[in-house]
């Protein structure tokens, strides 16, 4: 069965930094591309961060460009998200997807929520 | 700013059918922009529903379907449940630019 269970949310003041994870389990976590996907609260859903298989290709939505930085350990089956320099904005339930490929994306976690206030 | 717009809401009677539509502000939106469709009840995580514009996953009921309509992503629903009532997200991918947008979503409600 797969699964994706995220961790690391939590309250943080703005301009610090927290790192999230998502550790991965019924498959072959090195075989596929992840994605970082956000939910304010009350809002839509908003594409975060996306990186190859491999780890060699790494994207970013505008709104985190420079402030993010999404990662992998293969050997650990792990996602990451670093998060930097947080905004009020950044708050959101952060989730991690699988996708094969870059855009059949299939399986989500729950999600992690990221508070972000003084 | 790539801009990816779904009707804010929609009522189906149960039993009727619905389409939902994804229109792209760069233009037509074709089977390059892999159209993905998303359901979410409150209080959970966003399922899978259609990849790539039609395909369905395992799980997906045979009473959704996507397609290209009039240069839009489309999901329709065809014998609607009450249990289909959910806000649905398109998300297009932008190969170009490489990167993905959502559109803003759209809540069904069946009634």
């Known amino acids: 069965e797969v699964q994706l269970v995220e961790s690391g949310g939590g309250l943080v003041q703005p301009g610090g930094s927290l790192r999230l994870s998502c550790a991965a389990s019924g498959f072959t976590f090195s075989s596929y591309a992840m994605h970082w996907v956000r939910q304010a609260p009350g809002k839509g859903l908003e594409y975060v961060s996306a990186i190859s298989s491999n780890g060699g290709s790494t994207y970013y939505a505008n709104s985190v460009k420079g402030r993010f930085t999404i990662s992998r350990d293969n050997s650990k089956n792990t996602l990451y998200l670093q998060m930097g320099s947080l905004r009020a904005e950044d708050m959101a339930v952060y989730y991690c997807a699988r996708a094969s490929g870059w855009s059949r994306i299939d399986y989500w976690g729950q999600g992690t929520l990221v508070t972000v206030s003084s | ?111």
């Open chain 2, 1 to 111: 700013q790539t801009v990816v717009t779904q009707e804010p809401s929609l009522t189906v009677s149960p039993g009727g059918t619905v389409t939902l539509t994804c229109a792209s502000s760069t233009g037509a939106v074709t089977s390059g922009y892999y159209p993905n469709w998303f359901q979410q009840k409150p209080g959970q995580a966003p399922r899978a529903l259609i990849y790539s514009t039609s395909n369905k996953h395992s799980w997906t009921p045979a009473r959704f379907s996507g397609s290209l309509l009039g240069g839009k992503a489309a999901l329709t629903l065809s014998g609607v449940q009450p249990e289909d009532e959910a806000e649905y997200y398109c998300l297009l991918y932008y190969g170009g630019a490489q990167h993905w947008v959502f559109g803003g979503g759209t809540k069904l409600t069946v009634l």
